[in-house]
């Protein structure tokens, strides 16, 4: 009797001892397919991780793509902007060089007419017959009328009649073809039909400056405003070549400023 109950016992033990093992078995296999789940997990995760990275790192590189651009735009705009800046402020003082130019053309170019008084006849006395006086035409006298001419034109110029100041100063021409106003007044009858917008006639009178008095005053004004009437006239290509032949030939003066602002506007 103890023999069987000791073999009963052991057949117990070891039934018992191989369902703990099969239980055991049974974790163990869960046990490693949750772990090839997480590590299924963190492998996905890891992609992602991965991803998330190349595209963070796009993102960088093109951000940084970006502001690089920008920067470079911003470099530029501000070159553009100081480039605006010179030029404004060349033509700021262009201008203020014209305003004073402006305001000295009556003193530079109306001759100043002496003013002086004529003597008194002498008185007559009774039963005494007056002398006549003789006619003589004096070196004063033309040189008066001379003046005369000329500043009763211009001052037909300044009050805009054009038309008549241009007659007034052809016909100072046709009197006095080579004296100090000549240039002058061949000057203003450009001038005369450059403001009633005939600009190719003025361009023909402008080119006259040049050629009859190319040693006076108004050859850089004559040849810049032969610029500016090609440019009215929409041809560019002459006005380029006449405003940088007053740059060449007239440098360090208000005309070759104006014609640099000038340049600067023709595209």
């Not at 103890?2 to 055991?24: F, K, S």
């Amino acid at each position: 009797m103890a023999g069987c109950a000791t073999t009963d016992d052991q057949r117990l033990l070891r039934n018992e001892l191989n369902q703990q093992i099969q239980r055991t078995n049974d974790k163990i296999v869960d046990v490693e397919r949750g772990s090839i789940a997480i590590k299924s997990e963190v492998t996905s995760l890891r992609k992602d991780v991965e991803k998330t990275n190349e595209k963070t790192s796009e993102e960088f590189k093109s951000l940084r793509s970006i502001q690089a651009e920008t920067r470079a735009d911003v470099t530029e705009i501000r070159e553009q902007m100081q480039q605006i800046r010179g030029a404004i402020d060349g033509m700021r003082k262009d201008l203020a060089a014209i305003a004073t130019r402006t305001n000295s053309l009556e003193e530079e170019h109306l001759p100043k007419i002496s003013k002086k008084k004529e003597p008194a006849e002498p008185a007559v006395e009774k039963n005494e017959k007056p002398q006549v006086a003789v006619s003589k035409t004096t070196p004063d006298k033309i040189k008066t009328d001379k003046e005369t001419i000329y500043a009763a034109a211009y001052e037909l110029f300044r009050e805009a009649k054009y038309e008549k100041s241009r007659e007034g100063f052809e016909n100072f021409l046709k009197q006095y073809p080579k004296t100090e106003f000549s240039d002058n007044a061949q000057f203003w009858i450009g001038e005369c039909y450059y403001f009633e917008k005939k600009y190719e006639k003025a361009i023909i009178e402008y080119e006259k400056v040049t050629k009859n008095f190319p040693e006076g005053n108004k050859a850089p004004y004559a040849i810049l405003k032969q610029g500016l009437s090609f440019l009215k006239l929409g041809d560019k290509a002459s006005a380029k070549l006449l405003l940088q032949q007053v740059i060449k030939d007239f440098p360090n003066t208000s005309q070759a400023r104006i014609a640099r602002s000038k340049l600067l506007e023709i595209k």
